[in-house]
């Protein structure tokens, strides 16, 4: 087990600019690349990694003939320096924020479901009671807010856990489940009839990405009822953009019910008498462990569940 003393010695002697490098380098794979990138000369940079590879005493990239390659030790360094630098991305924003006058910034990660019934509310009530707060929120599947999460470009997600590896890195506060629908345009051929599963998969469809869980739930539903997968997809995870592509053609989305009680008042868009797998899991709040979250975090998820009482 390390010492308290070696714990110190890396804290002392570990740097930002240390940090900047190996994130440039993963991203870009070349030092002459990052080198420039971060004004300074190629071997000075050469100089930085071996200096830092040399502390740890492992290869954090491996050289090869055009390309530098991360290795396993290199990815783990990596991953917390992104982690310590967005957060000081943070503490900078905040900062300035709080030195003209503001009040902070919140940003919000949400499932399309989340989107619009729960977080308008939410987030409407929270800006009553602190008007100068500046929140963003982004529209995303779980997976990829997840990441963003644990990078710390985000505050707060409302989504579910797509991997078990996450719980330990996650809090998760349960909201409610999340039912889907299969949606179409009105007056979209299928509306005058009962299609089966076997039918609707021939029409042009947009969807999520294989790798979130509604588009999991479909892909089920599919292979359950001896069903192949639609070839005519169109892969994205804006509700806005697969709301306009449907309003705008006969392609056919599956989305959260929730979406359709907005979408459905303007009479554009109706949902076909199918139903497709059980509703997903609880979708809830989740925010990083061992951090304590912020007080406009903590005032936003009080906000949060008594929307939902």
Known sequence: MISNESRVHVKSWLRIKHLVLLVMLDESRNLHSTSRHMNMSQPAASKMLKDIETFFGMTLFR???RRMETTDAGRLLVRYAR???NDTDRLIDDLVSLREGGYGKLAIGAVPGAAPLLLPWAITA???QRPHLAVSLVEN???RLLADLEYKQLDVVIGRFTDPAQRH???FLPLQAEPVSVVVR?????CD???GLGEVIRWPWVLHPMRSPMRGLFEVALAEAGVPSPRNVVETTST???LQMVSASDAIALLPTSVLKTAVSAGKFTALPLTIGEPLGYYGVLTRKHEESSEQVQAFIERLLHSES
Do not use: E, M, Y
Not at 186 to 190: E, I, K, Q
């Open 141 to 143: 599947s779980s997976d």
């Open 240 to 242: 806005q953009t697969t």
């Open 186 to 190: 009105v007056g979209h051929p299928l």
């Open 63 to 65: 050289r090869l003939p």
């Open 193 to 195: 009839a009962v299609p």
């Open 169 to 171: 890195l996650f809090h």
């Open 126 to 128: 929270i800006k009553a």
């Open 83 to 85: 982690s310590i630098l």
